[in-house]
């Protein structure tokens, strides 16, 4: 088997090296939920706090912002009728921790 294949643990530690910037799976459920996912009209996600005032953005798979906007409270809806059907990247940031999920929209 080639070793080109796999990556090395030095690429994986450039990656990772920023420790406040990365969150694990586990703990990334529990700092934002959608409901229901998949969706068609609306995405209501919940939040932790700290992300409230942050900036979202949501982008396709093909790397195409196609909505953007601020977290305003800890529960809120978005609305994507006007999505085209797929699989979209939701990704929220605020000042030490940045975190993407996938959402799908039917």
């Known amino acids: 088997v080639s070793q080109s294949r796999y990556t090395s643990r ?5 990656q990772f090296s920023n ?3 990365s969150i694990n799976e586990a703990s990334a459920s529990d700092i934002l ?7 068609s009209t609306q995405l209501s996600f919940k939040i932790q706090p700290s992300y ?3 900036n979202y953005t949501i982008v396709d798979f093909n790397g195409k912002e196609v909505l ?3 977290v305003s409270s800890s529960e809120m809806n978005i609305y994507i009728q006007d999505l085209p059907e797929g699989a ?4 929220v940031e605020n000042a030490s921790n940045g975190l993407t999920k996938t959402f799908i929209k039917n």
């Open 88 to 91: 979209y990247f939701f990704n």
């Open 33 to 39: 939920s959608f409901y229901p996912n998949p969706t």
């Open 19 to 21: 420790s406040e910037a």
């Open 68 to 70: 953007t906007g601020k």
């Open 52 to 54: 409230i005032n942050s």
């Open 10 to 14: 030095s690429n994986i530690k450039k």
